[in-house]
């Protein structure tokens, strides 16, 4: 690949290596010259351009792009068009994701034009994640240093989802004098809904004393129909001589591991009987929040056995007290000091999909936008309004027994600003702040509201609060109150996001390591990686 200065008159065929203007003519970065653009940029005056000349034996950087992601690719892998020498690849369903991290160390040895980045290996994703993507970094590369690549991996596909079993899993709990009923309630729903996106199914509800024997017994009956037993203890486990391991010892079965390097998390018992997991859960499994707990329960969601090495080596990444599922924030109070409401745009007639509204489509079991205004109401934003317009009916039966406050925007059709208006209009004037959500973003957690008020607490001085992941910006965005008049200006479908420059140094970002901030479902090709998972 030849580049560099190329006089106008030879660049028929050449790329343009950065964005050419010129006589009223724009060439991109990364266009292949026309004998039209030649004309017209000569005609111009334009004497030379930086250009790239591929030379006989190179590829084009889709096409080594696009070759090597479909090499990655493996089970439950879905790989998206190439673009700018990139392509993308995706869960085509939810599990855990697995990876040869050998095989990805490996490409990335063989030459610095061939890049590919991954999320963590196990780490769980929904269908529709984006998990890898492959960039090539020239314009174009020998076609050889692509077949070392592919001949390296050797049909290995290192990417992959193992995707969850609907088990049945047995939960045992046992009660000490003073453990509330209602704490063992709370843990069991917590439990079913940590279940939930895998299918699985809480089959069988036991409360025994915390001894030995009882316990047992119960281990060995539950073991019989169950395909995982969970036991949450009322005491934590401390030691292998403990109540919980003894038991599941005198049970017939065997501790493969007491403990795990993540925090919270240490006091975990893994262990099996008659090749059944059992977990011995520690007291933070009882909390939603992530902890190590999740990490060992979704792998055996999904089939994949747990062995003392696999809990050793979480260590490195098992810290997880300043993560962004588990905010620790510096200054509770100042939440109450600058509250926000919740608002959630579903007006839209999301043209991109044909002929179906995508908010009413079904993700893991219900309408995609009840997943975005739940993620609302499960934070700290109150009110959480949302505003309809397209299908308004049918949009509104999709959200039932919700404690949310619906306006409607009966000049939906206009855009977007249309509904940011309405929407900000019904807010209470109590309001310092809203975090606007877009109902396609299934994905976005509480979490990831909570942490936008808590940086809004803490800087007062804040215009908008917005995450980014790598650098780009995403949704939600906390809007402060300062900047409602500007938005009430918007027309068409200007977002929020044209207010942001304005706000110049008043603009928080928020690092966030969550690809659900950049991922919405307003494709059929992302819809179907969907509806593959719920098939």
């Not at 580049?3 to 203007?21: K, L, N, Q, Y």
């Not at 095989?103 to 991954?118: F, K, M, P, Q, S």
């Not at 088990?167 to 046992?174: E, M």
């Not at 579903?346 to 993620?375: D, F, I, W």
């Amino acid at each position: 690949m030849k580049f560099g200065p190329v006089p106008v008159t030879d660049a028929e065929g050449c790329i343009a290596a950065h964005t050419v203007r010129a006589g009223g003519l724009v060439v991109k970065k990364g266009a292949t010259l026309t004998a039209e653009d030649v004309s017209r940029l000569a005609e111009a005056g334009l004497a030379e351009l930086v250009a790239v000349r591929l030379e006989p034996g190179d590829i084009g950087e889709n096409e080594a792009a696009t070759r090597l992601a479909t090499a990655l690719a493996g089970r439950g892998i879905v790989t998206e068009a190439a673009f700018t020498g990139r392509v993308n690849l995706f869960a085509a369903a939810a599990g855990v994701l697995t990876i040869d991290a050998a095989a990805i160390d490996g490409l990335n040895r063989i030459d610095e034009a061939i890049t590919v980045a991954t999320l963590p290996a196990m780490k769980a994703v929904v269908a529709g994640e984006m998990v890898g993507t492959v960039k090539i970094i020239p314009y174009g590369l020998p076609a050889v240093q692509v077949e070392q690549a592919l001949a390296a991996l050797e049909g290995l596909r290192p990417l992959a989802v193992a995707p969850y079993k609907p088990l049945r899993v047995a939960v045992i709990s046992t009660l000490l004098p003073g453990l509330k009923p209602s704490v063992v309630d709370k843990t069991l729903r917590v439990m079913s809904e940590r279940l939930a996106p895998a299918q699985a199914t809480v089959a069988a509800d036991r409360r025994v004393p915390h001894q030995e024997a009882p316990l047992a017994q119960e281990i060995a009956v539950q073991a019989e129909a169950a395909d995982l037993v969970v036991v949450f203890g009322a005491s934590a486990i401390t030691d292998r001589r403990d109540v919980i391991p003894q038991a599941l010892l005198a049970a017939g079965g065997r501790i493969e591991h007491l403990g795990m390097p993540v925090d919270p998390g240490n006091l975990l018992l893994i262990g099996e009987i008659d090749g059944k997991p059992v977990i011995g859960a520690p007291g933070c499994a009882r909390s939603p929040k992530e902890n190590g707990f999740d990490w060992v329960l979704q792998r055996c969601l999904a089939g994949i056995p747990v062995e003392r090495a696999d809990i050793q080596r979480m260590g490195v990444g098992g810290l997880l007290m300043e993560i962004v599922s588990r905010p620790q924030p510096r200054a509770p109070a100042l939440l109450e000091a600058a509250p926000v409401a919740g608002l959630v745009l579903a007006a839209g007639r999301s043209t991109r999909m044909g002929a179906r509204n995508k908010l009413l489509e079904p993700v893991r079991g219900q309408p995609m936008l009840r997943h975005a205004v739940e993620a609302q109401l499960a934070s700290v934003a109150s009110p959480v309004i949302v505003v309809t317009g397209h299908q308004r009916e049918e949009v509104a039966a999709a959200l039932a027994g919700l404690d949310v406050t619906l306006v409607h925007n009966p000049d939906f059709a206009s855009g977007l600003a249309s509904s940011v208006r309405v929407g900000l209009a019904a807010l209470p004037e109590a309001a310092a702040g809203v975090v606007v959500s877009l109902g396609d973003m299934p994905n976005v957690t509480p979490q990831v509201i909570d942490r936008l008020a808590q940086v809004f607490a803490e800087q007062t001085e804040a215009k908008a609060v917005v995450p980014t992941l790598l650098g780009q910006r995403g949704n939600p965005v906390l809007l402060a109150r300062a900047l409602f008049a500007e938005v009430a200006q918007l027309t068409g479908d200007q977002g929020a996001r044209r207010l942001l420059d304005a706000a110049g140094e008043q603009i928080v970002e928020v690092p966030l390591d969550d690809p659900a901030i950049a991922l919405d479902i307003d494709t059929p090709e992302a819809l179907a990686a969907v509806d593959r998972a719920e098939s």
